[in-house]
């Protein structure tokens, strides 16, 4: 059974940082774009960043360049984002999700195959 867990949310001032991490089991996505995304309530899912198999490419949306970083470390089965100058727009439940083939970078959700349940990052103002 393949699952992705996301863990590191949490309640955070503005301008703080955090660090997600995404863990995959039950198969390896060694070879898979994998993506972060968030939804805030009321909103719908929205892109974050998406990285290659290897980390040599990635994407971010405008609102978070500069600010968040995904990498990730296949000998863990495991991508992250770390998130530097966090604030109330922030405010979010971010998800993971793993494309199923080796296929290159999207961000848009029906590409990705598999999905973490999410963790909740709230940033206070």
């Known amino acids: 059974q393949v699952r992705l867990v996301e863990s590191g949310g949490g309640l955070v001032q503005a301008g703080g940082s955090l660090r997600l991490s995404c863990a995959a089991s039950?198969?390896?996505?060694?070879?898979?774009?994998m993506g972060w995304f968030r939804q805030a309530p009321g909103k719908e899912r929205e892109f974050v960043a998406v990285i290659n198999w290897s980390g040599g490419s990635r994407r971010y949306a405008d609102s978070v360049k500069g600010q968040f970083t995904s990498y990730r470390d296949n000998a863990k089965n495991t991508v992250y984002l770390q998130m530097n100058s966090l604030q109330p727009e922030d405010t979010a439940v971010y998800y993971c999700?793993?494309?199923?083939?080796?296929?290159?970078?999207?961000?848009?959700?029906?590409?990705?195959?598999?999905w973490g349940q999410g963790t909740q990052v709230t940033v206070s103002s």
């Open positions: 039950g198969r390896t996505f060694s070879n898979n774009a």
């Open positions: 999700g793993a494309d199923g083939a080796p296929r290159g970078l999207s961000g848009t959700p029906s590409f990705y195959d598999y």
